[in-house]
């Protein structure tokens, strides 16, 4: 099977997208298993973002991300 495109989530991504979906903020640490790679990663991407200067480190959803939820996942065949 081809590698998933960088525009859907993987099952970690989305699990993390969907936890923060009925949050305003929440630490990261909530967001397990999700790791530091990952977190950094839909940073990247502009799903979730990050309040500045907060200890410990909080983080939301953006539209970005409301709208990653809401793609296919393709099936295998």
């Not at 298993?33 to 309040?51: C, D, F, N, V, Y």
């Not at 500045?52 to 099936?75: F, Y």
Request: aromatic share 6%; proline share 12%.
């Amino acid at each position: 099977m081809p590698p998933r495109p960088s525009h859907i989530p993987t099952y970690i991504e989305r699990s993390a997208l969907q936890w923060l979906r009925s949050r305003e903020w929440d630490i990261e640490e909530n967001l397990r298993p999700t790791g530091p790679s990952t977190i950094a990663r839909m940073l990247e991407k502009g799903w979730i973002e990050r309040l500045p200067d907060a200890t410990p480190r909080k983080v939301r959803i953006t539209e970005a991300g409301q709208a990653a939820l809401k793609v296919r996942i393709p099936l295998k065949r």
